[in-house]
C-alpha cells in the first residue's frame, strides 16, 4: 500500500539517549488512551471504595502486562503482521478468523461501552465549564471534534496531541499527591503498609477487577499497541527478513529502541496511576464519597480542592477534560487502525492501496464516536459504563498471554528471540492474569460479591 520500495525505507536504529528518545512515542499515545478511563475513574473510584487496601494490585496490573507489551511489539518488529494477524495465526476454532479475534470482538464491545463513558466524562466536564449546554450535548460537540482531528490527522499529528495532553495532566495530578501531605486527609505509613499486604477488598470487586484489566497497558491497549509501532516504522525501518548478520542486528536495535518506548511509557502511567489512586483512597475515601452517575466529575473535583483550596475546581476541569479527552483521541484514533484491520480480516473491507485503507479508518473514526454519544444518551452512568469495560479486558488479558506466548515460540525469527528471563516473566504474569480471571468469574458466581 506504498509505492516506496522497502530497501529505500531501511534505517540503522538509532545510538545514545537523545537519538533514541526522538525515536519515541507508541507507548505516550497508548499512555493517552490509558490515562482517561483507567487512572481517572476505575483507580479512584476503586481507592474511594475499597481505601489503600488495594495499593498493591494497582502497582501489579501496571508492571505485570508491560512484558506482553514487549513481546507483542518483538513480534510485529520481526514479521510485519499487524497484532490481530498475529492472533489469527492462534490455532484452534475458526469461522473467517481465529477464536482468539473473536474474543478481542467480544471485548472490544465492552471497551465501546467503556468509551461512551470516557465521552459522557469530557462531556460533564464541559458542562460544568458552561452548564448551559447539557453534558449530552457536550459530549456530541467533543466527538465531532474528535472526528475533525482524526479525519486527516497521520500518525504524527496524533502523537503530538496525546503526549501534550498526557504530560500536562500528569504533572498537575502529581503535584496534588504530594501536596496532599499538608493536608487532613494526609495518609499515614499504616495506609501504604495495609496496601502492599497482597489482600483484596472485601467490598468493591468489581471494581478492583476493573482496575487491574484498565489500569497500566489493557487488553485493547495491547493489541493497539503494536499498530502504533507499525505506523512509528520500526517494522519498516528494519526491512524484510534477509539471512545475515545485518538484518539480525536492525532488528535487535530496533527492538531495544521500542523497548525503551515501552518502559517510558510504563514509568508515565504508573506514576500517574499510583498517584490518582491515593488521591482517590486519601480524599474521596476519607469524605466517603464514590464518583456516579452525572455527578462523577464533581465528585472527583474533590481531590484538587481538597488540596489546592476551592479556587483548584477549575484547574481540575482543565486538567479532567485534557486527561479524557485525550483518551478519546487516542481511543478512537486506534480503534480506527485496529477495526479496519479486523473488517479486512474478515473480508468486509478491501485495503489494496492507502486510498482504501484511509476510506476504512474514516467510516470508523465517525462511526465510533457517534456509537459512544448514543450510548452515553442512554445509559448515563460513565463510572459504571467504564467498569463493564475493564472487566471484559480483564477477561481477555489471560487470553492475550497465552497467544502471545504462542507467537513467541512459533512465529518470531529465532535470531530475535527473548531472554530465558523474559520467557519465565510470559508464563508465569500469564498464570497470573488466568487465575485473576477464574477468581473473579468464581467469586462473582458462587457469592455473588
Partial sequence: MTDSSPSKQIQS???????????????????????????????????????????????LSCGIKVVFQEELGRYVVSTGDTALQGLNRVPGPKWR?????????????????????????????????????????????????VMVLLFRGRYGTVEKICVGMVVSFTFVTIACAVLLGWTPYAPTAEDFLSGLR??????????????????GVGAAELIMYPYWVLEKGYARFVGPR??????????????????????????????????????????????????????MISTLSNMYTATLGSGAFYLFLIGAFFVLYSTLFANVASNSRVITDFLHLLGLARIDTDSQLLFWRRVVIVGIPTIYVILYGWVAQPVIMVVIGGVVQACMLPVIGFSTIYLRYRHIDRSIRPSFTIDILLWSCSTVMLLMAVYYVVIRIGFGA
Fill in 13 to 59: 536504529p538509532p545510538k545514545g539517549f537523545w537519538p533514541v528518545l526522538r525515536k519515541l512515542g507508541p507507548g505516550l499515545i497508548i499512555s493517552g488512551s490509558i490515562v482517561g478511563s483507567g487512572e481517572l475513574i476505575a483507580t479512584t473510584t476503586l481507592g474511594a471504595e475499597v481505601g489503600f487496601v488495594a495499593l498493591w494490585l494497582i502497582i
Fill in 242 to 295: 534477509i539471512e545475515g548478520s545485518a538484518w539480525d542486528a536492525r532488528a535487535r536495535g530496533w527492538i531495544r529502541v521500542m523497548q525503551a518506548d515501552v518502559l517510558m511509557a510504563m514509568v508515565v502511567y504508573t506514576t500517574a496511576t499510583v498517584a490518582f489512586y491515593i488521591l482517590g483512597a486519601a480524599i474521596l475515601g476519607g469524605m466517603g464519597t464514590i464518583p456516579a452517575g452525572y455527578e
Fill in 97 to 145: 478468523v481465529s477464536w482468539v479475534v473473536w474474543c478481542w470482538w467480544i471485548m472490544t464491545i465492552g471497551v465501546i461501552i467503556q468509551g461512551s463513558g470516557i465521552v459522557g466524562g469530557v462531556g460533564q466536564t464541559l458542562h460544568l465549564f458552561l452548564p448551559q449546554i447539557n453534558g449530552t450535548a457536550w459530549a456530541m460537540v467533543a466527538a465531532i471534534t
Fill in 198 to 215: 497482597l489482600s483484596l477488598p472485601a467490598g468493591g470487586l468489581a471494581v478492583a477487577f476493573a482496575a487491574f484489566g484498565l489500569t
